[in-house]
């Protein structure tokens, strides 16, 4: 299998992974105005004019975590100085979450670093790409074995 092709399904695995985390976090009632497939489609709507809606959040939720960042994390975790996949899935994770934090949050309207949420989201968003990229490293790594 092609590293792209592993890339691709361990971005698909780690955002199952991470998209039912975040559907457990809401249906718990925990930090219930931060929903990011809700700042996926504010982001699309304001960029694009697509229509105001989740059915354009989760497709666009699951494009990215799977074809974009798995297929960036397969192209670049050779480059990535840290030892074990994890590792390498975790930094990856961070520089994700910096490039959501000044990019997407800004476009949709929350500020850079979610300054509009407060605190709390940015740390929480952190926390989620660190498990993605915890995910995603350790998924590769292993297909990388097969």
């Given at each position: 299998?092609?590293d ?7 971005g698909l695995i780690?955002?199952v992974v991470?998209s039912?985390?975040?559907?457990m976090?809401?249906?718990a ?6 929903h990011?497939?809700?700042?996926m489609?504010?982001t699309?709507h304001?960029l ?6 989740l059915?354009v ?5 699951f ?6 960042w798995?297929?960036l994390f ?5 480059r ?12 990856f ?9 000044i ?9 850079f ?5 407060g605190?709390a989201?940015?740390?929480?968003t952190l ?8 995910v ?5 790594g ?5």
């Amino acid at each position: 299998m092609a590293d792209l092709g592993r890339g691709v399904i361990a971005g698909l695995i780690a955002t199952v992974v991470i998209s039912l985390l975040m559907l457990m976090r809401l249906s718990a009632g925990i930090m219930t105005e931060y929903h990011p497939v809700e700042i996926m489609n504010l982001t699309a709507h304001g960029l694009f004019g697509t229509a105001d809606s989740l059915l354009v959040g989760w497709p666009l939720h699951f494009l990215v975590g799977t074809v974009i960042w798995g297929s960036l994390f397969a192209l670049v975790e050779r480059r990535i100085p840290v030892g074990g996949w994890v590792g390498r899935g975790i930094i990856f994770g961070a520089v994700a979450w910096l490039i959501i934090m000044i990019t997407i949050f800004p476009a949709a309207g929350s500020g850079f670093f979610a300054v509009g949420f407060g605190i709390a989201v940015p740390l929480m968003t952190l926390l989620g790409h660190l498990a993605y990229g915890a995910v995603l490293g350790g998924v590769y790594g292993w297909l990388k074995q097969l």
